[in-house]
């Protein structure tokens, strides 16, 4: 079976019935794979299995760790990486996880990535 051609086919299917998928729905949902929560993000990427009741790459998908209020230094540290963002110190890193949470607060979502960039510009720049 090509299981990673089953998102793609559930896209068009809601296309054609004009309705959309929910974002948390099992397998197919898009924010299905992703964690906000500092906890367990090193399992996002590293052993799926543990966060997830599927393996994301069965379906053609990733595990995804996004930004907000739930967020936690892990997670910080992970986006930093993720983005080739060098030379922050572990009190910025407190600093940026903190401006995170009041954006994710204020914002009721989580933040792009273009949004923590400009974050953590804010913060080193101090």
């Known amino acids: 079976y090509r299981l990673d051609k089953l998102p793609e086919l ?10 959309p998928i929910a974002r948390n729905k099992p397998v197919l949902g898009h924010g299905n794979f992703i964690r906000e929560s500092g906890i367990g993000i090193q399992y996002v990427m ?13 379906t053609g998908r990733s595990g ?23 030379g922050v110190s572990e009190e910025q890193v407190g600093e940026i996880l903190a401006v995170v949470k009041d954006k994710g607060i204020a914002k009721k979502d989580i933040l792009t990535d273009a949004e923590f960039v400009d974050l953590v510009w804010e913060v080193t720049a101090r």
Request: hydrophobic share 45%; no cysteine.
């Open 64 to 86: 995804q760790v996004v930004l907000g209020k739930k967020s936690g230094k892990a997670s910080i540290q992970y986006k930093l990486e993720e983005l080739s963002i060098d």
């Open 46 to 58: 590293h052993d799926p299995l543990v966060m997830f009741g599927t393996h994301p790459a069965l």
């Open 10 to 19: 559930a896209d068009l299917v809601s296309g054609i019935a004009n309705i």
